[in-house]
């Protein structure tokens, strides 16, 4: 056994024994594990969480078999940092560096290569977890595989992920990236159809406004055979912000990018979501102001904002998963519902045969997810009913939301959507039900919580890095 297998197994006896301890108690007990991407205010309670916080190595890659195995906690930058030291990736590699595996898994994480892998979960090949009674078990699509494909995308109410063994690609230095205009929501789903037609590896798409997107497809790539243009300098844009030049200029336009770069390209601004904040604080928006304010605006710090100041209630943050034939009418009622732009849009998310709970569980295998994240007028009851309106509409297009932000349905018509005796079988079957609050109770926002900026810097000062802990 090597050195960082038996300091794993430590880690894991400890995540077991505090599991024992709460079961006996019947105390429902919260994840902490340090960081979120989540924008649902999170609250944890010192005598009623499970740490995970050093649960952060990666215990093994394997270059010939083409895996790595790595602990729950491990978040992308780090992921991608050791594999590609072997030229390897994972083939879906969530756009935020401090995404976790556990979480990218648990939240139904997928990205731009997801119309090709599926989302996070399908790329994982085995899970070491432990369950609410403390019992230590491994799951894959051979052994247990019920709990293996019920864990994805239940945020944590069926057990503790601690150690991933996850599938790797060969990837090249370079992607090379093609942006393609279009002047219409019809043309941004024709073009993403007919780039998922070609042998590429990426797509996704930013829309502007109803007339004006891109779409924008990669592919790997050894040559600099186009100009080269980076993301993670403080000094270079934005990339949404390039983006919008880019097809101010050209209708067709191709770049080569790093390959961290491409990964991480929306780092720096939260896509936009970044944007918001210079408005709020009326600093100009301008390339010379996110230089200088480049540190705070990368999303590990602006999560902690965020999640301090207690102020994502007071915008629509929604990533919305609908079936090929729906997206249409959908975006045309978001933009009348919302006018909320840019909206990005991505293919994929498409589930498996027994992926109950995950967004992209519906009666299609062409599937969009568009992510409308932005502030749109009204008070905060006007929001919480917009974001109701939104639920329905997306029930009645037969889509399914992506729960890591504010959810509002009332319980009956959640558990329309997700099938609650399946569920309810194997939290029973594998302990949960005592320990872990379920998939409702953790996604759903019954609260308004307090925005208060004076309280939320102070709170950032005293745990800069860390989520707090009551
Ligand atoms: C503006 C915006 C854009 C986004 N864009 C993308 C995107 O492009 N692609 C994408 O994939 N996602 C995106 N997300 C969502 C993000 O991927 C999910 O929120 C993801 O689940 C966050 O992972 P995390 O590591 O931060 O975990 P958290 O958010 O902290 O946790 C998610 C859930 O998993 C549980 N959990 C965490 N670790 C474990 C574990 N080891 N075992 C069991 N349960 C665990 C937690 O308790 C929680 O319920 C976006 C979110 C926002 C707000």
């Known amino acids: 056994m090597t050195e960082s297998e038996k300091l794993h197994n430590k880690r894991v006896q400890k995540i077991s024994a505090q599991l024992k301890k709460f079961y006996k108690q019947k105390k429902k007990v919260r994840i902490y594990h340090g960081s979120t991407n989540s924008t649902r205010t999170q609250e944890f309670k010192k005598d009623e969480i499970v740490y995970i916080t050093d649960l952060n190595n990666?215990?093994?890659?394997?270059?010939?078999?083409?895996?790595?195995?790595?602990?729950?906690?491990?978040?992308?930058?780090?992921?991608?940092?050791?594999?590609?030291?072997?030229?390897?990736?994972?083939?879906?590699?969530?756009?935020?560096?401090?995404i976790t595996v556990g979480g990218g898994i648990q939240g139904g994480a997928?990205?731009?290569?997801?119309?090709?892998?599926?989302?996070?979960?399908?790329?994982?090949?085995?899970?070491?977890?432990?369950?609410?009674d403390g019992k230590i078990i491994t799951a894959s699509s051979k052994k247990t595989s019920d709990l293996y494909w019920g864990t994805a995308c239940s945020y944590g109410s069926l057990g503790i992920i601690t150690q991933v063994k996850l599938r790797l690609i060969s990837a090249k230095k370079f992607i090379h990236l093609t942006y393609h205009k279009v002047n219409s929501f019809k043309e941004s789903i024709k073009s993403i159809e007919e780039a998922s037609r070609d042998s590429v590896d990426f797509i996704d798409g930013i829309l502007f406004s109803k007339q004006t997107g891109v779409i924008m497809s990669g592919k790997f790539s050894d040559k600099k055979d186009a100009p080269v243009v980076t993301f993670r300098k403080a000094i270079d844009d934005w990339f949404y912000v390039h983006a919008e030049k880019i097809i101010k200029k050209h209708k067709k336009w191709k770049e080569i990018i790093p390959l961290k770069d491409y990964l991480f390209r929306y780092d720096r601004g939260a896509f936009w979501a970044g944007n918001y904040a210079f408005k709020r604080s009326r600093i100009p928006f301008n390339r010379f102001t996110r230089f200088i304010l480049n540190p705070l605006f990368k999303t590990r710090t602006l999560y902690r904002f965020l999640q301090a100041i207690n102020i994502s209630q007071r915008q629509i943050v929604q990533d919305f998963c609908l079936p090929r034939e729906s997206v249409l009418p959908f975006l045309e009622l978001v933009d009348k519902m919302t006018n909320i732009y840019p909206i990005w849009i991505c293919p994929g998310w498409v589930a498996k045969k027994y992926d109950k709970l995950s967004p992209g569980y519906l009666s299609n295998n062409f599937i969009i997810d568009i992510g409308v994240w932005g502030k749109t007028q009204g008070d905060f009851e006007h929001l919480v009913k917009l974001n109701r309106d939104l639920e329905k509409t997306l029930t009645e297009y037969k889509g399914r939301k992506v729960l890591y932000a504010h959810s509002y349905y009332p319980k009956d018509e959640f558990w329309k959507i997700y099938d609650f005796k399946w569920y309810e079988k194997l939290r029973k079957k594998y302990k949960a039900e005592k320990v872990f609050p379920d998939v409702y109770e953790k996604t759903k926002v019954s609260k308004k919580y307090n925005v208060s900026i004076t309280k939320g810097l102070l709170n950032v000062i005293k745990s800069p890095f860390k989520l707090p802990i009551n």
């Open 58 to 98: 990666v215990i093994e890659v394997n270059p010939k078999e083409k895996y790595a195995v790595v602990e729950s906690n491990v978040p992308m930058d780090k992921l991608v940092e050791e594999t590609f030291k072997f030229g390897l990736i994972p083939p879906v590699v969530m756009e935020f560096p401090g």
């Open 110 to 132: 997928g990205e731009s290569s997801s119309f090709k892998w599926g989302l996070f979960h399908h790329i994982c090949l085995e899970y070491e977890m432990v369950l609410g």
